[in-house]
Nanobody
Framework: QVRLVESGGGSVQAGESLRLSCAAS????????MGWFRQAPGREREFVAG????????IYGNSVEGRFTISRDNANNGVTLQMNSLEPEDTAIYYC??????????????????WGQGTQVTVSS
């Protein structure tokens, strides 16, 4: 069982930046591919970014590519999401997730086994 705790959400103006962090309780953190998802009111959960176990591979959702960067620190059991050039459309609850079983980095939420409780990001125009 992996416990994930997100932090770093908040309210910003369009064009500004935020950095989200996710702390994992699992000492074998590098056994998991990690991902960030988001969900806005009335919308489906959307893949944002993923990073492989060793941090060698990353993938991004189309709407954030070029603006967001995912990274991980296996020594400290953490993953971060640097979000630049934020837009009002980025407003959502952001969730950190851990995938224990996939051999390939996935953008599908059903591949992820453990989830944090989420952190709110609000971007105003």
């Amino acid at each position: 069982q992996v416990r994930l705790v997100e932090s770093g959400g908040g309210s910003v103006q369009a064009g500004e930046s935020l950095r989200l962090s996710c702390a994992a309780s699992e000492r074998t953190f590098d056994n998991y591919n990690m991902g960030w998802f988001r969900q806005a009111p009335g919308r489906e959960r959307e893949f944002v970014a993923g990073v492989s176990r060793r941090g060698l591979s990353t993938i991004y959702g189309n709407s954030v590519e070029g603006r967001f960067t995912i990274s991980r620190d296996n020594a400290n059991n953490g993953v971060t999401l640097q979000m630049n050039s934020l837009e009002p459309e980025d407003t959502a609850i952001y969730y950190c997730a851990a995938d224990a079983g996939s051999t390939v980095l996935s953008r599908f939420y059903f591949r992820y086994d453990y989830w944090g409780q989420g952190t709110q990001v609000t971007v105003s125009s």
